[in-house]
C-alpha cells in the first residue's frame, strides 16, 4: 500500500467539495491558492517574523531608555559638584534619543549650580538644536542666552536674543525675553539699543514697572528723556 498515494486520493475529493462551493469568479482565485500555497506560506511566516522581530527590537529599545533613565537618575543623586557635572556631560553624549534632552538639561542644571556658566550654555544650546522650532528648544535658547550673559560674554548673548526675537510674532514677544534684550544690549554697551527696548517695555508696563523701565532707559542714554517726553505728548 502507498500511504501517499493514498492520501492523494483522500485529498482530490475535499478540493473537488471545495471547489464546488466557491463562485465561477472566485475560482481562479483558488486556483492561484491552491497553485501558489507554498509561497504564500512563506510569504505569511517572513511577515510573522518580522512583527516578532519589530516587538522583540521595540522591547529592547525600551529596556535600554529605561537603563539610561535609571543611570541619570542615579548619577544626579550620587555625584556632585564638578565630577557630576563631568559626568551628566559624558552621558549626555551617549543617551539614547528618548533620553538625551533630559541629560542636557541636567547636565546645564548642575553647570550652573557648580558654577560654570559655559558649561550650561553649551549643553542649552545642543537642547535649543535639538528642538529648534519646538516651545522647549526656544526656552533652551533663552536658558543659553542668560548662561552666556552669566559667563560676561553679552555679545554673544545679544546676538542670540535677537535672533530669537526675529523668529518670534511680535504679539509672542514676552516682556522677560524683551528685558534681556535690553539687559544683554546694556552689557555689550549697545546703550541706544538697550534703551529703546526699555522706553518700549515701559510704554507696555504700568505703575512701578513703567517707573523703572523709564528710569534705565535714561540712565543709559541722555536722549531717553526727550523720547519719552515725546511719547507721552498726546
Do not use: C
Not at 121 to 147: I, N, P, R, T
Amino acid at each position: 500500500m502507498n500511504p501517499q498515494k493514498n492520501q492523494g486520493e483522500a485529498t482530490l475529493p475535499l478540493l473537488r467539495d471545495l471547489q464546488a462551493e466557491v463562485s465561477t469568479e472566485s475560482a481562479p482565485l483558488l486556483q492561484f491558492i491552491l497553485r501558489h500555497a507554498g509561497l504564500i506560506a512563506g510569504v505569511v511566516v517572513l511577515f510573522l517574523l518580522v512583527l516578532i522581530g519589530t516587538g522583540i527590537w521595540s522591547w529592547h529599545a525600551g529596556n535600554k531608555n529605561e537603563e539610561a533613565r535609571e543611570e541619570l537618575a542615579r548619577t544626579e543623586l550620587t555625584l556632585q559638584g564638578k565630577e557630576r557635572t563631568a559626568a551628566l556631560k559624558a552621558l549626555a553624549a551617549r543617551m539614547p534619543d528618548a533620553v538625551r534632552v533630559p541629560a542636557l538639561l541636567a547636565w546645564a542644571q548642575s553647570a550652573l549650580a557648580d558654577d560654570d556658566p559655559t558649561a550650561a550654555a553649551e549643553a542649552y544650546s545642543a537642547v535649543a538644536a535639538a528642538d529648534a522650532d519646538g516651545a522647549l528648544g526656544k526656552a533652551a535658547g533663552l536658558g543659553q542666552a542668560a548662561s552666556l550673559l552669566k559667563a560676561g560674554k553679552s555679545v554673544e548673548a545679544l546676538s542670540l536674543l535677537q535672533n530669537i526675537e526675529a523668529r518670534l510674532p511680535e504679539n509672542s514677544r514676552s516682556l522677560e525675553l524683551r528685558q534681556m534684550v535690553a539687559e544683554a544690549a546694556a552689557a555689550a554697551g549697545h546703550n541706544d539699543i538697550a534703551a529703546r527696548v526699555y522706553l518700549a517695555l515701559a510704554r507696555d508696563s504700568q505703575g512701578v514697572e513703567k517707573d523703572y523701565f523709564n528710569a534705565r532707559a535714561m540712565a543709559l542714554t541722555p536722549s531717553a528723556a526727550k523720547e519719552q517726553e515725546q511719547s507721552a505728548q498726546p
